[in-house]
């Protein structure tokens, strides 16, 4: 089956993400010049956004990345955050950019604001490309956020159900039978 064809409709295309990743980028290396930031993407979800984002940008910094989950193989957060992948340089004194694919429930992101904050950088503030506050458990606002999304199942453009999707160029939502009867 192609990809596609699960795929309910599209809410953000190819073209629209692109503009906004530059939009981001100008204005990222606008209020980050001369700072080389230290840019940390959230595997997995984050690393297109990351991989544009940085391209769009015309300042130099430098990409880390760390992984923690709160979702597990589910669809709901378990409200448990685990770190798998911490960071591998030292980010003292230096300004962070936490990258993050969607902002959902708050609950991982509000962990790893803390975290890397507890790591005595310059700053720290969160930029994520899809911000549902809807499904907000935690109360949290990014910093730079690409689109606001209603509550519906997302996938693409490093969007993931069950591993898979992340290679659409657009952001879709999943048919519920997708995902109900996995």
Avoid at 50 to 64: G, K, N, P
Avoid at 134 to 144: E, G, H, L, N, V
Wanted: aromatic content about 10%; charged content about 25%; proline content about 3%.
């Amino acid at each position: 089956m192609h990809r596609d064809q699960d795929i309910e409709k599209i809410f953000f295309t190819e073209e629209q993400i692109h503009k906004r990743v530059r939009e981001l980028g100008i204005q990222l290396s606008a209020e980050y010049a001369d700072k080389n930031p230290v840019l940390v993407g959230v595997l997995k979800g984050s690393f297109v956004f990351l991989s544009d984002l940085i391209r769009a940008m015309t300042i130099h910094c430098q990409v880390e990345f760390v992984a923690c989950s709160s979702y597990g193989a589910g669809t709901e957060t378990s409200g448990q955050v685990k770190l798998t992948k911490d960071l591998g340089t030292d980010i003292t004194g230096r300004h962070v950019l936490i990258v993050e694919d969607i902002l959902d429930s708050g609950v991982t992101i509000s962990f790893l604001k803390d975290y890397i904050a507890s790591k005595n950088p310059a700053s720290v503030k969160v930029c994520t490309f899809l911000d549902k506050p809807a499904r907000r458990i935690k109360p949290f606002q990014a910093d730079y956020v690409g689109y606001a999304c209603e509550d519906a199942f997302v996938v693409g453009y490093g969007l993931d159900y069950a591993e898979r999707y992340r290679n659409l160029p657009y952001i879709g939502v999943l048919k519920p039978e997708i995902y109900t009867h996995a």
